[in-house]
């Protein structure tokens, strides 16, 4: 077995994001996870979905110097809603299974936490995704929800789409 990579967690820089939005396009061309097109994830929109959007805090796992993954914490909604938290997660297949996920999902609550917020949801995992739903449920989400058949998946047609929450 070789040997695994070791990695930090840090915040992104500005520098960062042509990484970022390279493993975010091959995410995206999977077909299997986000429901974003590359057409309508433009290097723009991408950039503000996981860096500069109001209240949006992104942190890489940095294996020497290259992004392994990403994730961003943001509310999940505004006003009456924002002590909320929502996140994204992308870790780059060729660093998947080796740990960067779980780190990155609790550092994640963790920074959530030091931001206010009060609980965490996410809006979206795909049913499919079986190790990203494990990985939830381990840190302490519940599904909350279930959207019949709301992904079109790549190879699956339609799947089920979880709402998933912890408290923080």
Known sequence: MAKKPAFIIREAKLEDFEEI???FCQILDEGQTYSYSRKEMT?????AYWMTAKGTHCYVADVNGKVAAMAAVRPNRTCHADHVANASFI????YRRIGIGEALGKHAIKQAKKLGYKAMQFNFVVS???VAVELWKSLGFDIVGTLPKGFQHASKK????YIMHRFL
């Open 21 to 23: 939005y390279d493993i």
């Open 43 to 47: 290097p723009e929109r991408s950039l």
């Open 91 to 94: 870790v780059s297949p060729g």
């Open 158 to 161: 339609l799947v089920d789409v």
């Open 128 to 130: 499919t995704n079986k």
